[in-house]
C-alpha cells in the first residue's frame, strides 16, 4: 500500500451558494482545499465547514453510500459525495444541489415532491393472503426474494430524479425511484397489492412518461436500475390492457 | 410560537421511534402522533447497520441459551428481567418485520435463513445480506406511510422538553427549513434518538448521532445509565472508521497479526479453529470486547501491522470466495474497494477497532419508562438494560424493535391516564427554551469556534476513555471536558440566518455531545474495576462485591454529574466467569 493516497493537494472546489434571506440568485463560490489524495469529495467539503465557512450548508450523515444524505452534483453529475473519489476529479471540482429539485439553501434541495411520490405508490406489503404472528414467517424461496430484492436496495438519495430528463421536464412524473419501489412490493410473492400500485403508476403520470433513456440507470449508487423496473411494469400494464379489453373472461 | 397539541410526540425517527410510531397507530387509530426528526426517516442512522438481528427461531436454539449469552456476553451488568422479555419478544418482532416485507434472507425451503454471530453459542442472527439494518429501517418507514394518523414533522431538532407538574408534556423544537421554533405539546413523550459515537474520533456512527436525545433527558433530570461502557467494534476500516460487520468473522473471516498467526488464540479465546469453519462462540466469534483488546494488547507487544492509518491487524476473507462474498457480503465488498482500493476477495483488508455503541444511556424500566414520567425511551439513546457491560451483535437490531413498541405502547396508557396539562405553564417553558436559543443567536462571534471545541472533546475522549483506562487518563479527560464545557458557553455563531441554518444545528449538538461525554468519563473515572468493554490498568479485576452495579449520572449544570448506583436485576443468572475458550465442554 505504498502510493500517494495519503499526499495532501490543493484541490479548486466551485461550490454553489444560495441563501434565501440575503442573495438575490444563486452564485458559484471558488474554495482552495487542502485535501487528502483518498478523501472523497464529502470529506473536502466536511474540511471546508470545519475550517473555512462554517455557514456552508449541505446533508450528510453515514459517509458509508447507505443513507442517502448527500446527493448532489459533482461537476454536472449526480452523485452521492461519500462516494465521489477525488482521485477520480484531478482539475476543478463543481459541486451544486441536485438538479430539479428546488434549492432550499446551497448544497440543500427540497424534497417534499419525492417524500410525496413515495407515499402515493404505498410501497408496503398489501398481504395476498394475511398471516398471524403465530403463522409464522411467509415461506419465500431465495428464488423469489431474488426477483425483488435488486429493486429493494433503493436508498432514495435521489439521484435518478436529478438524472432524468422526463422529470425535469414534466415534474408530475411520479419518477424512476418511487415506480422501483412500487415494482419491489409488486414482484414480492408475498404481496397482494398490484392492483392498488398500478392506478398510481400504470398511467401517464407514472411509467407511460418514461421515454426510456436509461438515465436513472446510469447514475444509481447502488444498481437498483430503475429504468428495467419501468420497463417490466409498462410491458405488464400493457398486458393487463390487453387481458381486459380482448379478454376480459381470463382472470388477471 | 405555534403549537402542535399531539397525544404521544416521539423523537427520532429511526428503528426504535418508528417502531414506536406504527406500534401506536395500529393500538389506536383516532390518537394523534407526532414523529420528529432531525433528519428524514431514512436517513437515520439504523440503516449502517450490516450483520442482522437475533431472535429464537430454529428447532435447535432456546430462549434459555439467548438469555445466557446476552448476560454472560454482558459480563452481568444485564438487567436479567430486561433481557427475558427482550428474547421473549424477539422472535415475535423479527417475523412482523418479514410479514411487513423485510428481504429476509432465506433457506432453501423457504423459511428465514440465520447466521454466526459473535458471542453467540447457535446460529440466531436473521439477515438480509450486509444491509440488515437499511433494510429494516425502510421496511419500517414504508410500512409507517399506510397510517393516516402518524404525522411526521422531518429535519426538526429538538431543543427542550417541557417538564411542568413532575411530568414531561413536550418540547420544543427548531424547524431547520424556517429556522422557526415549534411548541409540540403531548401527553407522553418518547425518545428514540440514538447514540453518541461522534464524541470519539475515530468511529463507525454517522454525523448525526451526536446524543441529541440522551441529553435531552439528561438535562430535564433524568439519569443517563452505565455511560462508561462504549463499545469498540473490532474490525473498522483504519482510515474512515467505516464499519465492517461481524458477519465477515461470522461467514468465516479471520484475524491475523504481522507474522500471519491467528493471534485471538493468546487471549482465552483459543485453540484455534480450522480456517472456513468457525465456531460459534469463540475464536473470532468471540465478543466484541474481548476480541478489540486482543488487538490492543497485539499492538503493545509491537505485533500488529504498520500502516498509513496506524496500527492495524488483518482481516483475511479470501478463502471466503468471490460467490459467497457477493452473496453474503456485497456490501463490505464495495466499502473495501472504495475506501481503501482493496478487493477482500483478493487481498486481506487491514482493520483496527473502533467506536461503534454505547451500551449506557436514558434510564428506562422494562416499560421503557424513564425516572421522569410522561418520559419514555428506547434504542441507543435508552438503557434499559439488555446490553450490561458489552452488547452482542445482532441483539440491538432487535432492542429497537422490542422496546420501541413498548416504548410507544407504555407512553399511550400515561396519556390516556393523565388530566391536561397547564398550559400557560408549558408556553411560559416554550418561551424560555426560545430566549436561550435567541442568546445563542445575539451572542458575538469569540474565539471559541464549535470545530476546535469539537476536535479538543474528541482527542480527550481518544486519549482518557479508549478500550484501555487508567484513574490518570480519566481523570485527565474530565477535566478537559469539565474545562470545555465551560469553553462551550462562549461558542458563537457566524451564521445568523434562519433557513438551513448547520451553524446552529452543529452547536446545538456539540453541546450535547458534551454532556454525554462528561457523563462517560467520570462515570468510567468512578467504577474502579474492569467489567465488558470497560478496562482498566490499574483496576484490572471484575468486582462484583462493589460494582455489580449500575452507574447512575444525575445532569448537575456546569458541575459534572453526581454519580450514584443501582442494583443489577438478577433474576436466574448469578455473575460467573466469561469463557470463550472453544476447549470448554
Known amino acids: ?252 | 410560537m405555534e403549537t402542535i397539541q399531539t397525544d404521544v410526540a416521539i423523537i427520532g425517527a429511526g428503528g426504535a421511534g418508528l417502531r414506536a410510531a406504527i406500534a401506536l397507530a395500529q393500538a389506536d387509530p383516532k390518537i394523534r402522533i407526532a414523529l420528529i426528526s432531525k433528519v428524514y426517516p431514512m436517513r437515520s442512522h439504523t440503516c449502517a447497520a450490516e450483520g442482522g438481528a437475533a431472535g429464537v427461531i430454529k428447532d435447535d436454539d432456546s430462549f434459555e441459551q439467548h438469555f445466557h449469552d446476552t448476560v454472560g456476553g454482558g459480563d452481568w451488568l444485564s438487567d436479567q428481567d430486561a433481557v427475558e422479555y427482550f428474547i421473549h419478544e424477539a422472535p415475535k418482532e423479527l417475523i412482523q418485520l418479514e410479514h411487513w416485507g423485510c428481504p429476509w434472507n432465506r433457506e432453501a425451503d423457504g423459511s428465514v435463513a440465520v447466521r454466526p454471530f459473535g458471542g453467540m453459542k447457535i446460529k440466531r442472527t436473521w439477515f438480509a445480506a450486509d444491509k440488515s439494518g437499511f433494510h429494516i429501517l425502510h421496511t419500517l418507514f414504508q410500512t409507517s406511510l399506510q397510517f393516516q394518523n402518524i404525522q411526521r414533522f422531518d429535519e426538526y431538532y429538538a431543543t427542550d422538553l417541557l417538564v411542568d407538574d413532575g411530568r414531561c408534556q413536550g418540547f420544543t423544537a427548531i424547524e431547520m427549513r424556517s429556522g422557526q421554533m415549534r411548541c409540540f405539546k403531548a401527553g407522553a413523550v418518547v425518545i428514540a434518538g440514538g447514540g453518541a459515537g461522534r464524541m470519539f474520533p475515530f468511529n463507525t456512527n454517522g454525523a448525526i448521532k451526536t446524543g441529541d436525545g440522551m441529553a435531552l433527558a439528561y438535562r430535564a433530570g433524568a439519569p443517563l445509565k452505565d455511560m462508561e461502557f462504549v463499545q469498540y467494534h473490532p474490525t473498522g476500516l483504519p482510515n474512515t472508521g467505516t464499519l465492517l460487520t461481524e458477519a465477515c468473522r461470522g461467514e468465516g473471516g479471520v484475524l491475523l497479526n504481522k507474522d500471519n498467526y491467528r493471534f485471538l488464540q493468546d487471549y482465552g479465546m483459543g485453540p484455534e479453529t480450522p480456517i472456513g469453519k468457525p465456531e460459534l462462540k469463540t475464536m473470532e466469534l468471540g465478543p466484541r470486547d474481548r476480541v478489540s483488546q486482543s488487538i490492543w494488547h497485539e499492538i503493545q507487544r509491537g505485533r500488529s501491522v504498520k500502516t498509513a492509518w496506524g496500527d492495524c491487524v488483518w482481516l483475511d476473507m479470501r478463502h471466503l470466495g468471490e460467490k459467497k462474498i457477493d452473496e453474503r457480503l456485497p456490501f463490505v465488498r464495495d466499502i473495501c474497494i472504495s475506501y481503501l482500493g482493496i478487493d477482500p476477495v483478493k487481498e486481506m483488508v487491514p482493520i483496527r477497532p473502533v467506536v461503534h455503541y454505547m451500551m449506557g444511556g436514558i434510564h428506562t424500566d422494562t416499560k421503557a419508562a424513564t425516572s421522569l414520567p410522561g418520559l419514555f425511551a428506547a434504542g441507543e439513546c435508552a438503557c434499559v438494560s439488555i446490553n450490561g457491560a458489552n452488547r452482542l451483535g445482532s441483539n440491538s437490531l432487535v432492542e429497537i424493535l422490542v422496546f420501541g413498541k413498548r416504548a410507544g405502547l407504555s407512553a399511550l396508557d400515561h396519556a390516556r391516564s393523565q388530566k391536561p396539562g397547564n398550559d400557560a405553564a408549558l408556553t411560559t417553558l416554550a418561551d424560555a427554551a426560545q430566549a436561550k436559543l435567541r442568546a445563542l443567536f445575539m451572542r458575538n462571534v469569540g474565539k471559541e469556534s464549535i470545530s476546535g471545541l469539537r476536535k479538543e472533546m474528541m482527542d480527550t475522549m481518544e486519549e482518557g476513555c479508549g478500550i484501555y483506562r487508567t484513574q490518570e487518563s480519566m481523570a485527565k479527560t474530565c477535566d478537559k471536558i469539565s474545562e470545555l464545557r465551560r469553553r462551550y458557553q462562549n461558542v458563537a455563531l457566524h451564521d445568523k440566518t434562519n433557513v438551513y441554518n448547520t451553524d446552529l444545528l452543529s452547536a446545538l449538538e456539540l453541546g450535547s455531545m458534551l454532556d454525554c461525554a462528561e457523563a462517560v468519563a467520570v462515570g468510567g473515572r468512578e467504577r474502579k474495576e474492569s467489567r465488558g468493554a470497560h478496562q482498566r490498568l490499574d483496576f484490572t479485576a471484575r468486582d462484583d462485591s462493589k460494582y455489580l452495579k449500575h452507574s447512575m449520572a444525575y445532569y448537575n449544570g456546569l458541575e459534572p454529574p453526581r454519580i450514584d448506583y443501582r442494583d443489577v436485576v438478577i433474576t436466574s443468572s448469578p455473575p460467573g466467569v466469561r469463557d470463550y475458550s472453544g476447549a470448554k465442554k
Open chain 1, 1 to 252: 500500500m505504498s502510493d500517494n493516497r495519503m499526499e495532501v493537494r490543493q484541490v479548486e472546489l466551485e461550490v454553489l451558494r444560495y441563501n434565501p434571506e440575503t442573495d438575490q440568485e444563486p452564485k458559484l463560490q471558488k474554495f482552495t482545499v487542502p485535501c487528502v489524495n483518498e478523501w472523497c469529495v464529502l470529506d473536502a467539503l466536511n474540511y471546508l465547514k470545519d475550517n473555512l465557512d462554517p455557514t456552508l450548508a449541505y446533508r450528510w450523515s453515514c459517509h458509508m453510500q447507505v443513507c442517502g444524505s448527500c446527493g448532489m452534483m459533482i461537476n454536472g453529475e449526480p452523485k452521492l459525495a461519500c462516494k465521489a473519489m477525488l482521485r477520480d476529479y484531478p482539475g476543478t471540482i463543481r459541486i451544486e444541489p441536485l438538479a430539479h429539485f428546488p434549492v432550499e439553501r446551497d448544497l440543500v434541495t427540497v424534497a417534499d415532491d419525492f417524500m410525496a411520490k413515495l407515499k402515493r405508490v404505498k410501497p408496503y406489503l398489501i398481504p395476498g393472503q394475511p398471516r398471524t404472528l403465530e403463522d409464522g414467517e411467509y415461506k419465500q424461496s431465495p428464488e423469489q426474494l431474488k426477483r425483488y430484492r435488486q429493486y429493494a436496495m433503493c436508498i432514495n438519495c435521489m439521484l435518478c430524479y436529478a438524472a432524468c430528463p422526463e422529470y425535469g421536464l414534466q415534474p408530475k412524473f411520479i419518477g424512476p425511484a418511487a415506480i422501483a419501489l412500487a415494482h419491489r412490493y409488486n414482484q414480492d410473492s408475498r404481496d397482494g397489492g398490484r392492483d392498488e400500485r398500478q392506478e398510481e403508476i400504470a398511467t401517464n403520470e407514472g411509467v407511460w412518461e418514461c421515454t426510456f433513456v436509461g438515465a436513472c440507470s446510469e447514475v444509481c449508487p447502488k444498481h437498483v436500475d430503475p429504468a428495467a423496473a419501468l420497463q417490466q411494469v409498462k410491458v405488464a400494464s400493457t398486458v393487463d390492457w390487453y387481458l381486459e379489453h380482448f379478454m376480459s373472461w381470463v382472470k388477471k
